[in-house]
Nanobody, 119 residues
Framework: QVQLVESGGGLVQAGGSLRLTCAASGRTFSAYAMGWFRQAPGKEREFVARLTWSGGSTFYQDSVKGRFTISGDNAKNTVYLQMNSLKPEDTALYYC????????????WGRGTQVTVSS
C-alpha cells in the first residue's frame, strides 16, 4: 500500500505564504503525476495543481495561477506546493494525490492538511 502524508498547513494572515509538503511511502510506487486538491467547508473538492514527473509539466487552477507553485523531488517521492499571496478564499483542507504510471485517475490520496487564511 502507498501512503501519502501532507504537512505544512496552518493559520496565516492574508497575503502570507505557506509551503505544503506531501511525502509518499510504502511499497515501491512509480507515480506518473502528483496533484494537489482542496476542499472548503460546504464545498466540493476542487483541483489546485498538477505535476507530471516525466518532463516536469505543471498545470494550475486559474484562481491560483501566479500565486501557487507545485514542485517535487521524484527521488524522494515528495511533492510541494508553495502558496504565496494567500487569500481567505484559499482556506480549505488540502490533499495530495498520486496517479500511477498505468492509471487514468488519481489512485492514492492523503488525509489532508488544513490551511486557514485570516483576513
Amino acid at each position: 500500500q502507498v501512503q501519502l502524508v501532507e504537512s505544512g498547513g496552518g493559520l496565516v494572515q492574508a497575503g502570507g505564504s505557506l509551503r505544503l509538503t506531501c511525502a509518499a511511502s510504502g511499497r515501491t510506487f512509480s507515480a506518473y503525476a502528483m496533484g494537489w486538491f482542496r476542499q472548503a467547508p460546504g464545498k466540493e473538492r476542487e483541483f489546485v495543481a498538477r505535476l507530471t514527473w516525466s518532463g516536469g509539466s505543471t498545470f494550475y487552477q486559474d484562481s491560483v495561477k501566479g500565486r501557487f507553485t507545485i514542485s517535487g523531488d521524484n527521488a524522494k517521492n515528495t511533492v510541494y506546493l508553495q502558496m504565496n499571496s494567500l487569500k481567505p478564499e484559499d482556506t480549505a483542507l488540502y490533499y495530495c494525490a498520486a496517479q500511477g504510471m498505468h492509471s487514468s485517475r488519481y489512485d492514492y490520496w492523503g488525509r489532508g492538511t488544513q490551511v486557514t487564511v485570516s483576513s
